[in-house]
């Protein structure tokens, strides 16, 4: 698995969890080994700009999915799943912050970063949060994901809470 992590954002992140666990998602839905991902960190600023431009929404957000070749999780019959460009996973560390300090499990920085780099790899693969059950369904695969990456890591405790916008 090709991973690249770029931090743009001038705040010190823990890179090597953001890779381990984006490598750990990807694993864990089946996505080819040969398959690239890049997780890029920016600013309030940058986000800003980038929110704007693409959500037309103002103000900086958590995080950012940008698709190239939309591959999907292979069904369980398949035998080989498509490689491909996955695309971008965005991240802000500023918003990340104010997340976890308001989260009902008050959490670091680092630990809702990782949450919200599974919640980008998700989008990144389909999945989407707008419908009820759409929401269950990727929460719930979300949490499955990080549970089960903390507990490789030897991280005991409930994962943070979903505070994705």
Same mark, same amino acid.
Request: hydrophobic share 40%.
């Given at each position: 698995?090709?991973?690249?992590?770029?931090?743009?954002?001038?705040?010190?992140?823990?890179?090597?969890?953001?890779?381990?666990?984006? /490598?750990?998602?990807?694993? /864990?839905?089946?996505?080819?080994?040969?398959?690239? %991902?890049?997780?890029?960190?920016? *600013?309030?600023?940058?986000?800003?700009?980038?929110?704007?431009?693409?959500?037309? %929404?103002?103000?900086?957000?958590?995080?950012?999915?940008?698709?190239?070749?939309?591959?999907?999780?292979?069904?369980?019959?398949?035998?080989?799943?498509?490689?491909?460009?996955?695309?971008?996973?965005v991240l802000c560390?500023?918003?990340?912050? /104010?997340?976890?300090?308001?989260?009902?499990?008050?959490?670091?920085?680092?630990?809702?970063?990782?949450?919200?780099?599974?919640?980008?790899?998700?989008?990144?693969?389909?999945?989407?949060?707008?419908?009820? *059950?759409?929401?269950?369904?990727?929460?719930?695969?979300?949490?499955?994901?990080?549970?089960?990456?903390?507990?490789?890591?030897?991280?005991?405790?409930?994962?943070?809470?979903?505070?994705?916008?």
């Amino acid at each position: 698995m090709s991973i690249d992590v770029n931090n743009e954002s001038g705040t010190e992140v823990d890179e090597r969890a953001i890779l381990d666990i984006a /490598r750990y998602a990807l694993a /864990r839905m089946r996505i080819h080994p040969l398959s690239e %991902l890049s997780v890029i960190v920016v *600013d309030a600023d940058a986000m800003e700009q980038l929110h704007l431009q693409w959500m037309d %929404l103002p103000g900086p957000t958590d995080v950012m999915s940008f698709p190239m070749d939309e591959l999907r999780p292979p069904s369980k019959d398949d035998d080989e799943p498509p490689q491909g460009l996955l695309g971008d996973v965005v991240l802000c560390p500023e918003v990340a912050t /104010r997340q976890a300090k308001e989260a009902s499990t008050q959490h670091t920085m680092d630990e809702e970063l990782q949450l919200l780099t599974v919640h980008g790899v998700l989008h990144l693969l389909g999945y989407d949060h707008e419908e009820p *059950d759409e929401k269950v369904e990727m929460f719930g695969l979300q949490s499955a994901i990080v549970d089960g990456w903390r507990a490789e890591q030897g991280v005991s405790g409930p994962s943070p809470a979903p505070t994705v916008s």
